[in-house]
């Protein structure tokens, strides 16, 4: 049985750091979204925040990012 690494997100602040001010950012898009609101800025931005979010937190802790990425690029290969 292969042992899954510790993804740095754990073990370092800076990244840690990194990853959760993109993981709030996402999730005031997300809150934000379909309300009208000066925040709200639209179902196409937000899925594209989110792209660059997931391409960012890949390139700084693969581990952790093959936790957190987006569950319905896997579901579509059903």
Known sequence: ???RTKPKYYTNKSIKKKIDTML???ARNQSAL???S???I???ETK??????ES?????DVDF?????????DLSNM
């Open 38 to 40: 000066k925040y709200d």
């Open 65 to 73: 990012y093959n936790i957190i990425k987006n569950q319905n690029d």
């Open 1 to 3: 049985m292969k042992s």
């Open 48 to 53: 594209k925040s989110w792209k660059q979010f």
């Open 56 to 60: 960012d937190i890949k390139e700084i």
């Open 24 to 26: 709030e950012q996402n």
């Open 34 to 36: 379909g309300t009208g």
């Open 42 to 44: 639209g179902e196409e």
